[in-house]
């Protein structure tokens, strides 16, 4: 039985300019960093998954709590893209992903909905776009799952929405949340 769009959402980041782990750090609100953006993605993904670069630790429990299978990714330290890799080797019957970023809380509920609608009705690769800055989370649809299984670098999947430029769909959003991730302490002002 094949899956339908799911949610992977990269939480395997070393925090080195935050000096800490950011995703724990919490928001106005008190909600830590990472719950916040996992919310958001299962709201509208409920088969989320979360690649981890440790199979323990608060991160871990606290994704898990939050109803998110947890995927371990020994190799994080070489980049963003063996994230992407695991998370879509760990779902290859899946009918597309949105992948999201652990450290952008910011990104509403109703632009994943865009993005997933996007895949939905025909998009190859989907993303929004605020005041002409490509944002996250990218939706690719199935036809990327070899190219996406095979991301090794720290680019992430440029280089797979590059090679697709032709068939990217930009969603013109309002919503500075998707551009905004958490490096340093700062990004919180």
């Not at 953006?37 to 989320?48: F, G, M, R, S």
């Not at 991160?59 to 695991?86: F, Y």
């Not at 809380?105 to 605020?130: M, T």
Request: charged fraction near 20%.
């Amino acid at each position: 039985m094949t899956r339908g769009i799911v949610g992977i959402l990269l939480a395997a980041g070393q925090s080195e300019r935050f000096k800490g782990n950011k995703l724990l750090y919490p928001l106005a609100d008190s909600m830590p960093i990472a719950l916040a953006a996992a919310q958001h993605l299962c709201a509208v993904l409920p088969d989320t998954i979360a690649v981890v670069s440790d199979g323990h630790g608060d991160v871990v429990r606290l994704l898990e709590n939050a109803g998110l299978q947890i995927i371990v990714n020994r190799r994080a330290h070489q980049g963003i893209g063996t994230s992407i890799a695991c998370g879509v080797t760990a779902s290859q019957d899946a009918q597309g992903w949105v992948v999201a970023l652990a450290d952008m809380p910011f990104v509403p509920e109703k632009i994943i909905q865009s993005v997933v609608a996007g895949l939905q009705h025909g998009s190859d690769v989907v993303a929004p776009v605020y005041r002409q800055q490509r944002g996250h989370p990218v939706g690719f649809s199935r036809r990327h799952a070899n190219a996406l299984m095979k991301l090794s670098t720290d680019d992430g999947a440029r280089s797979v929405i590059a090679m697709n430029r032709a068939t990217l769909d930009l969603i013109e959003v309002d919503e500075e949340g998707v551009v905004i991730d958490i490096d340093t302490i700062d990004d919180l002002d």
